[in-house]
């Protein structure tokens, strides 16, 4: 297998790729020192791409502070939106697919039906119009990309929801969390192995794609799953989002559809408590 590049490597998903990678005894992916990793200078970044000559290139990298980003919008827009411009023009230079990571925060999601590729995008903070940016920058530059939007990101690594809820269920007697946002939770290992499996069937069907885990929850009864499943003992409290208020608004609906990633490459997703499962399970090893 040829050259990958992982920008954004020591995050979250980066690690996820790196593990799910070494089971897969895949030894070609590169992840970057921060010094050769900086998708905001294209001088390191052209050098990058002259050492390693890549076939692909995955973008992780992102500012994904949400209410941070309320009142950083600059930077935002220059990781989210500047940062993979770059990236896919390298790519245009050198030849190599890009993937890159984008996220549901593109939408409203004020309407209960399940988000598809081609739904109208209508972000409602800056965090979610900085990544749609980004995408149309990368769609204007380059042809040959993969754009996944995935959404309520949780894993063994970096800081997550899961990870969270597990330390405050063990220093509180009860938590108030949101009820009425609904979407579904992504285990980021189970996007690092379609990521690549993209990556090892060549696959030339580029384009946006869709990938969460399957099913439908609430924050809250991700969190009672949670709780369930690691037997912790704490007192969950349902909340209306106007109850919880936020420095960024978030969209109330945020279910998408997979068919087209599932027809594409004939995969099936697991269901988002079935991973939630695994990830405690490896947690409380």
């Not at 990236?87 to 890009?98: R, S």
């Not at 940016?133 to 530059?141: L, P």
Request: aromatic letters at 10%; hydrophobic letters at 40%; a negative charge.
């Amino acid at each position: 297998m040829n050259n990958i590049l992982i920008f954004g490597a020591s995050g979250q998903l980066g690690q996820c790729i790196q593990n799910v990678a070494t089971l897969k005894g895949i030894s070609s992916i590169i992840f970057l020192a921060e010094s050769e990793a900086n998708i905001l200078n294209t001088d390191t970044l052209n050098k990058a791409f002259e050492k390693y000559k890549p076939a692909y290139v995955i973008n992780c990298a992102a500012y994904t502070a949400v209410d941070k980003a309320e009142d950083d919008a600059e930077l935002a827009e220059k990781v989210n939106k500047t940062g993979a411009e770059n990236l896919a023009i390298q790519c245009n230079i050198h030849g190599a697919v890009l993937i890159h990571i984008s996220t549901d925060f593109v939408f409203k999601g004020d309407v209960a039906m399940p988000l598809k590729e081609d739904s109208e995008t209508n972000p409602i903070s800056v965090y979610g119009q900085t990544k749609l940016d980004g995408e149309k920058a990368v769609s204007a530059v380059l042809k040959e990309h993969f754009i996944i939007r995935t959404g309520w990101l949780y894993s063994e690594y970096g800081n997550n929801f899961v990870k969270t809820m597990l330390k405050l269920g063990s220093e509180r007697e009860e938590l108030k969390i949101i009820a009425d946002q609904v979407g579904t939770p992504t285990y980021a290992i189970d996007l690092a192995a379609f990521i690549l499996m993209i990556i090892s069937t060549e696959s030339k069907a580029y384009g946006i794609y869709h990938y969460s885990n399957e099913g439908v929850t609430s924050w809250f009864d991700f969190a009672r799953a949670i709780f369930d499943i690691s037997a912790t003992k704490v007192k969950a409290i349902p909340v209306r989002t106007d109850e919880y208020i936020t420095k960024a608004v978030r969209p109330g609906y945020s279910v998408m559809d997979k068919s087209k990633a599932k027809q594409t490459f004939n995969i099936e997703i697991p269901y988002w408590r079935d991973s939630l499962i695994k990830c405690i399970g490896k947690l409380q090893k």
